[in-house]
């Protein structure tokens, strides 16, 4: 697989919080960890609007202007809560990317949601 790269959206079985392997589905690289052994941090993507957690999870429309190099099919929602840390090797393939300002808002989102929790 190429190259990865914080913002691209990735497919792997998201693992449950009970570690039961979960179904396919897409994530977003976060950011790759400084042990030197290609792991990153990621999180869920999920077409489950409905259960968007406000003030933390981010909608991603197909009106917004980076959906379509996103590579979703459909309006998604970034879980930023629903982390995991994985090896690159488990990524099925790339299917896109956000915007680089949507992934420093996403961080920075992030960020605030861990020091103020």
Known sequence: MAVKRAGQIVLFRFP?????????RPALLLAPLPSGY?????????????????????????????FSQSGLKTDSIVRLPRLAVVSDSIFLGTIGEISDERLENLKNKLAHWIKTS
């Open 16 to 24: 449950q919080t009970d570690l039961v392997v979960g179904k396919t």
């Open 38 to 66: 290609d792991d990153w941090l990621v999180c869920m993507i999920s077409t489950q609007t409905q259960q968007t957690v406000l003030g933390i999870d981010e909608a991603i429309s197909i009106t917004d202007s980076d």
